[in-house]
């Protein structure tokens, strides 16, 4: 029953061209001990089902019809390595853990902190680290290095991701109350940003980097936080062998120098991983300092 529904699901994604975005890569780099650690289910389909959410450079974004960033990357990269095609769907953040829930993906990027309240939907395998900084317009001279610094002004960060968790909670504590935005994606937020309708947008450090490389007029300030993050990874009856599958294909890319490439290509090094770690139900998460 599980390989017809899941072989069913398959067509119905490959003929949704609009949304999918089929991986290109040629075979080979299967790891037959790695592969063989996959359910059976995701064996005998032969498919691995991908969100990559629209994060924006570098880590994923759209030139023309490509699909380019660090997370493309490795997920075609750990489909090689399973023996899998590799179907990925760009999709917006907010929608990732959702879709998981729903079992339209195995998996999805998205560079996720792994919190206790993730954890009640989804498992993890952590797969890079990151810190969140404020992106601001250098003339209008505001630069927030603390979460106390937003209080009385007006700031956003991305929809379902933990930056917007943290200024939220942040502004429960002002004195002077924090207007707080979320936006679809980066590029929604910089454009709000830059037309003035908020001050500050607390985003991932490789996010704020590329704005700042595409916009001189743009600066960053601050480390927020900061940690481990993951891949998600769908909670179902494929779990615990996926779980396994995904990390030792990660770590047998970190060992082989696939991943080191990976990140030096998309001028993300700064957050290399030494070695993927798992987190599931009744795991505690890491500990992030926001």
Known sequence: MIFNRR????MI????????????????????????????AIQDAGVLRIAVPDVGKPLAYKEG??????????????????????????????????GLQANKYDISYGEFYVTAERLKVADFVTSWQDYSSFLVTKAKGYKPTALTDICGHIVGAMAGSAELETLNAASK???????????PSISNAVLALNSGRVE????????????????SGLDA???????PTATAVARNENSEKLLAAIKAAYDHLIASGE??????????SY???????????????????F
């Open 271 to 289: 957050g290399a991983a030494k070695e993927a770690v798992i987190y599931k139900e009744g795991s505690t998460p890491p500990k992030y300092g």
């Open 200 to 215: 500050g947008v607390l985003i991932n450090r490789g996010g704020a980097q590329e704005s700042i490389h595409m916009d």
């Open 173 to 183: 504590k002002c004195s002077e109350a924090a207007t707080v935005s979320a936006f």
């Open 7 to 10: 072989n069913a699901l398959c």
């Open 13 to 40: 994604a490959a003929m949704a061209s609009t949304s999918l975005v089929v991986a290109a890569h040629a075979e080979g780099g299967k790891v037959d001990a790695v592969a063989a650690l996959l359910p059976k």
């Open 65 to 98: 019809a490509d699909l380019k960033g660090m997370d493309p990357d490795l997920a075609h990269a750990v489909a090689d390595v399973l023996g899998l095609k590799a179907e990925v769907t760009l999709i917006p953040f907010a929608a990732a853990l959702t």
């Open 221 to 227: 300030s601050g480390e927020i936080g900061g940690g």
């Open 259 to 268: 991943y080191a490439k990976i990140l030096e290509k998309n001028d993300t």
